[in-house]
């Protein structure tokens, strides 16, 4: 049907602590016979974090072949899986390291938003991607550099808007602006969202903060704080 129509594919996959599910193989083939590979993603994919290397290293030769996309949702993902496990218990989360180090396009998202699978989703995707990070070894400072992209650039890949992406003359001009100097300060930081912009006009503006401050309390604590340091 998506053939049919021209339309991109997401098909939840491998959800399960199963290892030797192999559904993603199959859907793999399939996008690789039809030549849609890049129009297609595999979401979860959860079974491929718990399979054995060998398989794993074998099967991601074919991914880099077929192009084909895959979205981990790292809270999610985390909170449903592994529930079955004593210890070492397993965390759930597909080899998102092992597909970014090997040139297969991943992404981090947001699967649930309060939903009887996830009752505390936010849609902050900085929240994701400070789980995803922790949960995937993905912190070296080169990293923590480039880890943005798993939430904004690799994003644009597997939905195929890159053509309209990014702060280019010409694109829409649609971003969000963070509270931080630095990619690294922005993933450290946990960076709250100053702005967000939609086709060059504001969606929304968080204003300056601004403070009260009680006079009083404050005279009050610097006489306190000049009796302590008086001499004698």
Known sequence: ?????????????????DAMSRFVELLNALVMIEGVGTRSTASHTCSFGAADNAYAFRMMALFQQSGLNFIANPTENAYLQGRQDTYPKRRGLTRVKELWENGVNVCFGQDSINDPWYPAGNGNMMNILDHGIHLAHTMSFEELDRCLDLITYNGAKTLNVEEQYGIEEGKPANFLVLDADTPFEAVRQRADVLASIRHGEYLFKRPDPSYEIELDLLRETRRGSEVFTRPG
């Open 1 to 17: 049907m998506a053939l049919k129509h021209n339309k991109l594919i997401d098909v939840h996959c491998d959800e399960t602590d």
